[in-house]
């Protein structure tokens, strides 16, 4: 059974940084691509930023590029997301997902897109 499960979460304050993990396990996660995604309340769960299977290719939504990073460690089977300059915008309950891939190079965008998702973990910026 694959699972999931992020840790990481808290509250900070505006300009603090955070640094969120995915713990995988039930998978073999040098095959899979992974994603973070991100739901504030009364939105719609939105991408966050993706990586590829190979860990070569990265893609942000254009809100956190220069302060997030994606990064991964397949010996650990753990994925995680860095972010810094944190904005009181940035609050939402993050997720991490993944998924098989076949394509060392691909990344996904979309949340359809993803077989696996943990189960969330809490962020709050403060002002």
């Known amino acids: 059974q694959v699972q999931l499960v992020e840790s990481g979460g808290g509250l900070v304050q505006a300009g603090g940084s955070l640094r969120l993990s995915c713990a995988a396990s039930?998978?073999?996660?040098?095959?899979?691509?992974m994603g973070w995604f991100r739901q504030a309340p009364g939105t719609e769960r939105e991408f966050v930023a993706a990586m590829s299977r190979s860990g070569g290719v990265t893609s942000y939504t254009d809100s956190v590029k220069g302060r997030f990073t994606i990064f991964r460690d397949n010996a650990k089977n753990t994925g995680y997301l860095q972010m810094n300059s944190l904005k009181p915008e940035d609050t939402a309950v993050y997720y991490c997902a993944a998924r098989r891939a076949d394509a060392f190079f691909s990344v996904f965008t979309r949340s359809s897109g993803y077989d696996y998702w943990g189960q969330g973990t809490q962020v709050t910026v403060s002002s």
């Open positions: 039930g998978l073999t996660f040098s095959t899979v691509a």
